[in-house]
């Protein structure tokens, strides 16, 4: 038993780094599909929006789909259906089809997201030791192995739909065969089936609250950042790009480690000092003088974050007999802010700069130093 929980742990490792991959290799192609698009900022604003519009919907569906096929069939078949609608924003020739092509990119995500950090937090809980940083900076990993992979086609002119039919071709091959080696969770023959949707339980407000802040400057690094330094800074297509990368990158690191600053010090030191330094990011990307500056504030903006959104996910599937449900609760509270953030952001771009948008991010940024201690009661409940 201990030999295939700890096989699961691995396999829904490479299923987080699967995730990430597909995500990666978007963000640093958004120029490309606005240029091929000839979409405004604005428009580029409402239109990644639409992600986690899907995600938000479609979410607390997967309680239900994981319910009726098992987790290791339900994981299997979500993850292939968002690695293969990569292909869908490159293809697309115009405003609407770029919205309905993202609304069916983030539903699709947000599925297979809601089983995989399910099957995170059963594996946790059977190891007895947190993993959840872990599991996310996986997903870091696979954001930059594809935001690398994107950089270096961005820089030799490939174009976005060569590339994401190729990325998607390899990631579903990857990620079927990995899913063969999770858990194969079932749900006992007593057990009611989830609502196909649910309004998130009241425990899911809090916590998704402090995901809130993390997930608005997430999602606005992985989108903007390209955007900014080309637009901004007058930075070439590959610099542009490599500030995406670099982003990904220092979330990778302090994910990887995460799971050691936390047992150490506790999720409500870790999550405001994540704070402050994701606010002085912000504030370096305000102020900066050129693409270095700007790119070391996106990292900072990286380390800041990037444990606040395990931590929540772990608490989650730590408040209830269902931690599909429960993390599908939280989850929907968070990428709320994915659902905002581009269409603010490219809002104030539109009637003002980029710059001022990037101010709202540190502003949000200093939120989770703030909001902080709403993880306190989670963390001891769990410890206890």
Avoid: K
């Amino acid at each position: 038993m201990a030999d295939l929980v700890r096989r699961s742990r691995y396999a829904v490792a490479a299923v987080f780094c699967v995730h990430g991959a597909v995500t990666g290799s978007f963000a640093t192609r958004v120029p490309w599909i606005q240029e091929h698009t000839g979409v405004s900022a604005g428009q580029l604003g409402l239109a990644l929006a639409f992600p986690a519009l899907g995600a938000a919907l479609m979410m607390p569906l997967a309680a239900r789909v994981t319910h009726s096929f098992g987790s290791r069939t339900a994981l299997r078949g979500l993850l292939a259906l968002w690695t293969l609608a990569l292909v869908l924003p490159s293809l697309s020739p115009n405003l609407l089809t770029l919205c309905g092509a993202l609304f069916v990119y983030g539903g699709t995500a947000g599925m297979a997201d809601v089983a995989m950090n399910a099957l995170g937090v059963e594996v946790e809980h059977r190891l007895d030791r947190s993993i959840m940083s872990g599991l996310h900076g996986m997903w870091s990993v696979g954001a930059l192995i594809g935001s690398a992979v994107g950089t270096v086609a961005a820089h030799t002119g490939l174009s976005a739909q060569v590339h994401h039919a190729l990325a998607a071709a390899v990631l579903t091959v990857v990620g079927v065969v990995v899913c063969q080696f999770v858990l194969n969770l079932h749900p006992h023959e007593d057990e009611e089936p989830p609502a196909r949707f649910a309004l998130p339980p009241r425990s899911a407000l809090l916590i998704g609250a402090v995901g809130f802040c993390a997930v608005f400057a997430e999602g606005a690094s992985l989108d903007w950042s390209a955007v900014y330094l080309r637009d901004i800074l007058d930075s070439s297509a590959g610099v542009a790009a490599g500030a995406t990368t670099g982003f990904t990158l220092t979330m990778a690191i302090a994910r990887i480690t995460g799971d050691a600053v936390v047992d150490r010090f506790g999720a409500v030191r870790t999550v405001r000092w994540s704070g402050v330094i994701a606010t002085a990011g912000g504030a370096l990307v305000v102020v900066a003088p050129s693409p270095v500056v700007a790119m070391a504030g996106f990292g900072l903006i990286g380390i800041g974050i990037a444990v606040v959104v395990p931590l929540a996910f772990a608490a989650a599937g730590h408040t209830g007999p269902n931690p599909s449900h429960a993390i599908a609760g939280v989850a929907t509270v968070t990428y709320a802010s994915g659902l905002v953030a581009p269409s603010i952001i490219g809002g104030i771009a539109q009637t003002t700069n980029l710059t001022i948008s990037f101010l709202v991010v540190t502003a949000l940024a200093f939120g989770l130093a703030l909001f902080a201690p709403v993880l306190r009661t989670r963390s001891r409940t769990r410890a206890a």
